[in-house]
């Protein structure tokens, strides 16, 4: 055959790898989860959803008496620490503290917390005679303020617009809601995805970058109007998706 036949032969086009289905995403069954601000009403409902769903939680305090006492009335196995053991016992931690306290919490943790997911779901809020209104760090919102003080963790930031109560409630079997979940890697979004899909009646939904928190975190004031006017635990639900 001629360097001109072999030109002329037809090539074959590589078959294009079939797209990832959204929602296929990992098993997370074996990770454990920290909270830390476990003991505050936001952090420990969502221990007690998650452990209540079969996943190992460990609870997160300043002082370890107060987090093993906070998980012992949990129970599910809920284990109780002192932040930093928290850190460095966990795969993946969720801070739930108050906003007041985010920076000061999270500092002093940049060892324990190097390689590990970060779940960052604080809300920068302030309260008013008119009531609850956003606050914007200098960082640009809770999540990047994390991100800046923790450069070596992986932080994601989700689970902003739940009620505490609704959480805490065992009558309740599943808390109907959309988790806007957001990130810079997809691995470590799906991750957090998945682990609010544990949740009965929660799923968790991709929802962009980092940049993007500040308005995921702005809404929760939207969300506590809407629930003074109506006497309502409300969450979100995204549509179409």
Known sequence: MTSTDSAQQPTETPAKAP????????????????VLGGTGPQGKGLAYRLARAGQEV????????????AAAEL?????????????????VVIVAVPWEGHGKTL??????????????????????????YALKPTEGSAA?????????????????????????DPQ??????????????RADVEIVQALAGRIP????????RLRNAHQVESLVAN??????????HAGLRVTDV
Request: a negative charge; hydrophobic letters at 45%; proline letters at 4%.
């Open 201 to 208: 009646g929660m799923r968790g939904v991709f929802a962009g």
């Open 58 to 69: 460990i609870i997160g305090s300043r002082a370890a008496e107060r987090a093993e006492a």
């Open 172 to 185: 309740i079997e599943e808390v109907d809601t959309d988790v806007m979940v957001l990130g810079e890697v």
């Open 75 to 91: 129970g599910y196995g809920v284990a109780g620490a002192d932040n930093a053991e928290c850190a460095r016992r966990s795969d």
């Open 19 to 34: 797209a990832k289905d959204p929602w296929d995403l990992p098993d997370v069954s074996g990770l454990v989860v920290g």
């Open 144 to 168: 990047e303020q994390a991100a800046a003080l923790l450069p070596d963790s992986r932080v994601t930031a989700a689970f902003h617009h739940l009620s505490a109560v609704l959480l805490q």
């Open 107 to 132: 500092e002093p943790l940049r060892e324990e917390l190097a390689g590990k997911l970060v779940v960052d779901c604080v809300n920068p809020l302030g309260f008013d005679k008119k009531g609850a």
């Open 223 to 232: 969300l506590i109007s809407v629930n003074r006017r109506y006497k309502a």
